[in-house]
Nanobody, 114 residues
């Protein structure tokens, strides 16, 4: 059984920074990608950033402000979020994709407000 545990969300002022972490544990095989998604109230869940085979991709709305990275063991993924804007407010979900299925974290709230 695979578990994803997220941390690092919270309340921050516009222009501030937060770092999200997601630690994966359990029987993990054939990791294809790890990434972050977010869902704002009344909106669909959207991809924020993904790391796959050493390459990264970002949503246009976060390019230049967010950075995704993984640890050497490749079981923890991070999302460094800088220059945060009110429109970044959402629940952020960690995703681990394997060749068999996807796994999701429980979500962590990020609120950007003055």
């Amino acid at each position: 059984q695979v578990q994803l545990v997220e941390s690092g969300g919270g309340l921050v002022q516009p222009g501030g920074s937060l770092r999200l972490s997601c630690a994966a544990s359990g029987s993990i095989f054939s990791i294809y990608a790890m990434g972050w998604y977010r869902q704002a109230p009344g909106k669909q869940r959207e991809l924020v950033a993904i790391i796959r085979g050493g390459r990264t991709n970002y949503a246009d709305s976060v390019k230049g402000r967010f950075t995704i990275s993984r640890d050497n063991a490749k079981t923890t993924v991070y999302l460094q979020m800088n220059s945060l804007k009110p429109e970044d407010t959402a629940v952020y979900y960690c995703n681990l994709a394997t060749t068999l299925r996807d796994y999701w974290g429980q979500g962590t709230q990020v609120t950007v407000s003055s």
